[in-house]
């Protein structure tokens, strides 16, 4: 049963990274793959929000910290180890990465350097789309595509099987669940001075 989930997964990982080619995605998916260049935008809304944001707008910050911070320790340090999963272009010979765009093959990056079960970017990135789904739901379907379409790039460019992506969605989900559990149990305690988290508070 166990190896039959592991050749599915495979032959999906294939269809989408090997047969899935279009130039528009070609073009697309390796910004949306990558976050390095979103560190220092990001760090200035939430320096704008620290300083001149509402209540209810650093509680979304403190959300979205928390979860990610919650996800990236979870996935890094307990679920990664224990399933020490090596990356598709690690094992799988000639795996399209955003490299320069070379084929790339397995003897470059050995497998025990880099883990690949769950996928950190879906665990950020599902969670932050839950996050933001929750305080802004009329705009759901905004932060829900993304996440989608980011957790899609990283199959598209070679760097997670599909269930990388669904067990990072699953973890990032349990983190963001996490925190409005918590979050639930502050306003019944302190409703008083949460009454910009209640649903009338909400958009």
């Not at 935008?41 to 509680?59: E, K, Y």
């Not at 970017?121 to 705009?139: D, E, G, K, M, P």
């Not at 993304?146 to 460019?157: E, G, H």
């Amino acid at each position: 049963m166990l190896s039959n989930l592991i050749d599915l997964d495979r032959g999906l990982f294939l269809l989408i990274n090997r047969g899935a080619r279009w130039t528009l995605l070609d073009q697309t998916m390796p910004l949306l793959a990558g976050s390095d260049y979103l560190i220092i935008p990001a760090a200035a809304v939430a320096l704008v929000v620290l300083i001149a944001g509402s209540s209810r707008s650093r509680w979304v910050l403190l959300a979205l910290i928390v979860v990610f911070a919650l996800g990236d320790s979870l996935s890094t340090y307990v679920l990664r180890p224990f399933f020490a999963r090596p990356r598709p272009y690690t094992v799988l010979d000639q795996v399209w990465v955003y490299k320069g765009y070379h084929w790339l093959t397995s003897d470059m990056f050995p497998p025990d350097v880099t883990l690949s079960f769950p996928s950190n970017h879906a665990v950020n990135t599902v969670s932050a789309a839950a996050v933001l789904i929750a305080f802004f739901r009329r705009w759901w379907p905004l932060p829900a595509a993304l996440a989608a379409l980011v957790c899609f790039s990283r199959i598209y460019m070679g760097l997670h099987y599909p269930a990388d992506i669904l067990a990072g969605a699953v973890v990032g989900l349990g983190c963001a669940g996490l925190f409005f559990g918590v979050q639930r149990v502050l306003i019944k305690r302190y409703p008083q001075r949460f009454t910009w988290l209640t649903e009338n508070g909400r958009n």
